[in-house]
């Protein structure tokens, strides 16, 4: 079996494939100062409810935005797996040409989104991952990476209405029945809600009129099966794209 960690800023989400088979995952929260022997311990327990022993896992592959726990997260591997994991940067295969001024910089899931989006779709794309941050990523027909934009997240934005302005509460992120809404709680789920839809809306459409191939338009992350319903561009949400990137990147280094 091969064990996919993907790190994102909120969550860590885990998963085991069997062959090209997906068979258990698991999402815990993502936090800087827990150990390797912490984590440890809680991948342990979520092995053992689901019966996979520690030992059925044969490789390790992880992507990571949150550095300080790259290396908490091979060094588990090491010690609790006795495995030398795959870590998705400098010398990894990736197959896809990067088209960013420094190719380095650009966050390892948006890599992986990239690959799995053009593995499983192999025509132009845009990829919405609604993480921490919301990130739009391009790739072109001939399945090269070009770039894309960074937006706050709609949690963060939602955190930020709250923290900054006294009388307002922190609220649910839904959508509300209105746009003219009639009370506080409704009015901030209004401006947040449909305000979130008109930037996703806005950005891929001028994505589409820069790029000119008609790219198909996917979503995964967290909060993407709130917001794709009411979207006038993103066509599916897939929402283990980046476990399935993982995988096949795995496979393109094994
Ligand atoms: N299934 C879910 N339902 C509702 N909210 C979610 C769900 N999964 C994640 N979230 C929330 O969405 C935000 C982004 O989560 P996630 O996609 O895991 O981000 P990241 O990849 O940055 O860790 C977080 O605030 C998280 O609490
Ligand atoms: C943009 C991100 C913060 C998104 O992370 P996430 O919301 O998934 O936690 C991450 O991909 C990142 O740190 N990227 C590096 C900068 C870049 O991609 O240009
Ligand atoms: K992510």
Same mark, same amino acid.
């Given at each position: 079996m091969l064990l996919v960690i993907d790190v994102g800023n909120s969550n860590i989400v885990l998963g085991i494939y069997h062959e090209e088979r997906l068979v258990k995952d698991w999402r815990v929260s993502t936090d800087k100062f827990k150990t390797a022997d912490e984590y440890g311990i809680l991948f342990h327990d979520l092995f053992r409810l689901a019966g996979i022993?520690?030992?059925?896992?044969k490789d390790i592959i992880i992507s990571s935005v949150v550095p300080t726990l790259t290396g908490v997260l091979e060094k588990l591997s090491r010690q609790y797996f006795e495995i030398t994991p795959y870590v =998705?940067?400098?010398?990894?295969?990736?197959g896809m040409p990067i088209h960013y001024?420094?190719?380095?910089? =650009?966050g390892a899931d948006r890599i992986v989104n990239a690959i799995a989006g053009y593995e499983k779709y192999k025509t132009a794309l845009i990829i919405v991952d609604f993480g921490t941050a919301t990130t739009f990523d391009y790739v072109n027909k001939k399945g090269e990476y070009c770039g894309g934009a960074i937006a706050p997240g709609l949690m963060i934005s939602m955190e930020a209405l709250f923290q900054k302005a006294s009388k307002l509460p922190r609220v649910e992120i839904a959508r509300p029945a209105s746009i003219i809404a009639k009370n506080t709680v409704n009015s901030m789920q209004a401006g947040i809600f449909f305000g979130y839809v008109g930037l996703v809306d806005g950005i891929v459409q001028r994505m589409k009129g820069e790029g000119k191939e008609s790219p198909k338009v996917i979503a995964t992350g967290g909060l993407a099966s709130l917001i794709a319903p009411e979207s006038t561009t993103i066509e599916s949400v897939d929402e283990f794209l980046t476990l399935e990137g993982l995988r096949i990147i795995y496979r393109r280094n094994k």
């Open positions: 022993g520690f030992s059925d896992v =998705v940067g400098p010398g990894i295969k990736t001024d420094n190719p380095k910089e =650009v």
